[in-house]
């Protein structure tokens, strides 16, 4: 009986170990799927035996984790190994977690003292950001100790509280997993290797590396090497990634064709001569990473050779998710090269701010600048705003000093420049430029102790723009061959939109000016008002062309108009009470009001009628009118009156300048007293009214008259008393005083004389003389040839204390 128990027993078990085998699978899934699917774990597919040698083999087991799919085939286990045959991860986007932000903690791991050894002979790892599956090997020859060959080379151990070792990759690798066409990682060869560790909580690497860059942008290639030690360290907690950097060399090397990206002009030249080829770029002791923020405490570039540029940034930190808005850093650059002798920046960025200063200096300018010039000085400083899609505010300042500069025909000496440029937020805008010479020369004219300061202001809102200009300019002195210039100065108001108005006001000499002008593309118009003034300060521009010339008082005024791209212009000049001195000549009193025209070289003036009171010139002319016109640059005076020696005398024409004509002047009831005793001392008294006409005639600057006479105008009488000579020839010739004597008290019925006058002055008189002496009652018919230089008499009479007189006068009236 016991034995039949015993086979019905035994039965039992090996039918329920039978049905355990055959149904092991689902068993197994039903047992331990819920204990895997507390740690996030799903077991979706699983099928294992056991062998003959006791040993268990799966041939798939498949296993999700945060839609992460691992697939093992091949699997052969027992108590000393577990050997994976092939083993396939799938990597694809985490989903969202909701613990996503707790923290991580140190490693505290339950790690068995003894356990099967794990070796897996191909791992695949696929995603869709490699090229193609990353395969590795991985084997644990010692318990905790793994290395990993095929695409990447690595060991590593494990303890409960920390991982570690080392690996090496390089871009080989890098290039066949992930797709790198048409990437700069294309350019890219490295190769390093790297030991690594990990608590859990921060994972450090720390190794050498040697990368090498290279690409190409049209002609130009770059060079970046790379060579040293990096270490690496990233919190998972903080996300802070940190990188020591400075152990390494970094270089930059350019090739000569560089240059070629410049684009062809006058200035390409001196720009591709002044860059260096070969640089080095200086990494800081650290560089942080933490919530997309960069930080960089310092960054220096440094070129190789004698042109020396040393390029720092300082204090960097920047926002790589908008670092154009969020990035703050210092910036300062030297630069020397054999051209430049130096060119620093110091400048501070904060986000859309940045401020600072700049400094140039030259010893000469470039060859590519149309102009020379030495000892050039250029420094300033800004501090501008907003200058990232959108107009910038701040001011920018520019100081140029130059010992020397020639350009354009024009050459000057010691210049400073001042240049600021402001804006504000409602984009109103002010530019002042302020310049000052010692002196500049431009061709014949030179300009000594020269300044002008001009000021714009603008609005570069929406809509037209418009500019308000407003300048002043002082220059001590403008000199030329032909005209001298002083103490002039000019204050200027103008509006600049699309064409100028300006408008000027100037003092030239103490003369005063006017000037409105309009500029365009079509037009120039320009207008001149002389606003009434006193003429003595036209003294200075007329002593430059006649010394003998000057004005004593009087008034003036005038308004010209036209347009400079026409050439032609209007005017209306205005002469009151101008009082004149010509050497010793005196005119008083002139008074005038003419118009005219400017058109291509022309001038021409509309007849106009003039007022002289008195005309001094050993004679007194009183009451002189006339007119006088310009007709295409040729001026003439006609129809010319006035009172002179108690009668009239008048002229009908005469043209200014031109080498031959004859002027035909006129005398009508001429005192005769007043004539023959011009000089006061010769004891000849004629009395009587007389005529005449005397034909002058003007050749190639000389003047004589030509057939002139002169004649009595009804009787008169002569007298001659204590005249030296007319008693010399008495007692020197007796015989003649019976003749001669009858003149001494002689009733004169008519008188006639030819009138000759030489170019020199000699004066020749034909005179014929008759009349009636009373007291010898005797007619009398005298013929009398009489020479004498009147320009020496004239000179003599002009000379006398009657015209010093007046010209004292006049002049104590206006304090000179």
């Known amino acids: 009986m016991f034995k039949r128990v015993g086979l019905i027993v035994g039965a039992i078990l090996l039918s329920i170990l039978l049905l355990g085998y055959v149904f092991r699978l689902p068993l197994l899934q039903w047992a331990i799927a819920p204990e895997l699917k507390k740690a996030g774990i799903t077991l979706s597919c699983l099928d294992f035996s056991i062998t003959s040698e006791l040993n268990i083999y799966a041939d798939k087991v498949c296993v999700n984790y945060q839609n992460q799919q691992l697939q093992l085939t091949g699997i052969t286990a027992n108590i000393k190994r577990i050997d994976i045959k092939n083993a396939v991860l799938t990597v694809n986007p985490f989903p969202k977690n909701d613990n996503a932000n707790q923290l991580a903690k140190n490693l505290d791991l339950a790690l068995p003292s003894t356990r ?27 318990l905790n100790q793994f290395n990993v060959t095929g695409d990447i080379n690595a060991s590593a151990i494990l303890t409960a509280d920390k991982v570690s070792g080392q690996f090496a990759v390089n871009d080989t690798l890098l290039k066949q997993v992930i797709n790198t066409k048409n990437t700069l990682i294309a350019c890219v060869n490295f190769n390093t290797q790297q030991a690594f560790s990990f608590d859990g909580i921060e994972l450090k690497l720390n190794g050498d590396i040697s990368a090498q860059f290279t690409h190409t942008y049209e002609q130009c290639q770059a060079n970046v090497l790379t060579t040293g030690k990096l270490a690496t360290h990233f919190n998972l907690n903080s996300q802070a990634l940190m990188l020591n950097t400075d152990l390494l060399n970094n270089k930059i090397n350019l090739t000569p064709s560089c240059a070629n990206l410049i684009s062809p002009s006058e200035y390409a030249g001196f720009v591709s001569n002044q860059v260096p080829l070969n640089w080095q770029l200086k990494l800081p002791q650290s560089i942080r990473l933490k919530d997309s923020e960069l930080s960089l405490p310092a960054i220096n570039l440094v070129s190789e050779g004698v042109k020396q540029f040393d390029i720092l940034m300082t204090d960097t930190a920047v926002n790589i998710k908008s670092p154009l808005e969020n990035v703050q850093t210092n910036l300062s650059a030297q630069i020397s090269t054999p051209d430049i002798n130096n060119f620093s920046v110091n400048a501070q960025l904060v986000g859309t701010t940045i401020k600072g200063d700049y400094a140039v200096a030259l010893e000469s300018l470039p060859e590519f600048v149309p102009a020379t010039a030495n000892g050039l000085s250029l420094g300033g400083h800004f501090d501008i705003s907003e200058f990232i899609d959108s107009k910038p505010v701040g001011l920018i300042n520019a100081k140029l000093t130059l010992n020397s500069v020639d350009a354009f025909d024009i050459s000057a000496v010691q210049y400073q420049g001042d240049l600021t440029a402001k804006m504000d937020k409602q984009l109103n805008a002010e530019v002042t430029l302020t310049h000052q010479f010692k002196s500049a020369q431009y061709k014949k004219f030179k300009a000594t102790d020269i300044s002008n300061t001009l000021t714009a202001n603008a609005n570069l809102g929406v809509g037209e723009l418009f500019a308000e200009l407003t300048a002043k300019t002082n220059i001590k002195a403008v000199n030329s061959p032909d005209i001298k210039l002083n103490n002039i100065k000019v204050e200027s108001n103008g509006l600049q939109s699309r064409a100028l108005k300006a408008t000027h006001h100037a003092f030239i000499n103490d003369v005063e000016l006017v000037i409105n002008h309009h500029v365009s593309a079509q037009a120039n118009p320009f207008e001149v008002i002389i606003p009434e003034q006193g003429v003595l300060p036209l003294n200075a521009f007329i002593s430059q062309f006649e010394p003998l010339a000057q004005l004593t008082e009087g008034k003036f005024n005038g308004y010209i108009s036209g347009d400079v791209n026409l050439q032609n212009a209007s005017f209306n000049i205005g002469v009151t009470h101008i009082g004149a001195l010509y050497n010793d000549y005196l005119a008083s009193d002139l008074n005038s009001v003419f118009s005219g025209q400017y058109n291509s070289g022309k001038l021409n003036v509309k007849p106009t009628t003039f007022n002289l009171n008195e005309f001094r010139a050993g004679a007194v002319v009183k009451n002189i009118k006339g007119q006088w016109q310009v007709n295409d640059n040729s001026a003439l005076v006609n129809d010319i ?29 001429i005192d005769a007293s007043k004539l023959v005793t011009l000089d006061d001392k010769s004891g000849i008294v004629l009395t009587g009214r007389l005529a005449g006409a005397l034909p002058v005639h003007f050749n190639s600057g ?79 018919n005298f013929n009398y040839n009489h020479e004498e230089n009147v320009f020496t008499l004239l000179r003599a009479l002009r000379l006398s204390d009657e015209i010093t007189q007046k010209v004292e006068q006049q002049y104590s009236q206006k304090g000179n």
């Open 116 to 142: 099967p050894l794990i070796s897996i002979k191909q791992l695949a790892v696929k995603s869709d950001q490699l090229n193609k599956p990353l395969k590795i090997s991985i084997l644990e020859p010692t």
């Open 641 to 669: 009156t006035g009172d002179v020696f108690g009668g009239e005398f008048s002229l009908d024409t005469y043209t200014v300048g031109k080498p031959n004509q004859v002027a035909n002047v006129k005398f009508e009831n």
């Open 702 to 780: 000389e003047i004589e008259i030509i057939d002139g006479s002169l004649f009595s105008q009804g009787t008169g009488n002569l007298k001659i008393t204590n005249n030296a000579a007319f008693d010399s020839v008495m007692q020197q010739q007796q015989e003649l005083q019976p003749v001669l004597g009858l003149l001494t008290n002689l009733d004169i019925q008519k008188l006639n004389s030819s009138v000759a006058l030489k170019s020199d002055g000699w004066l020749k008189l034909g005179v014929n003389l008759q009349g009636y002496n009373k007291a010898e009652q005797q007619q009398v």
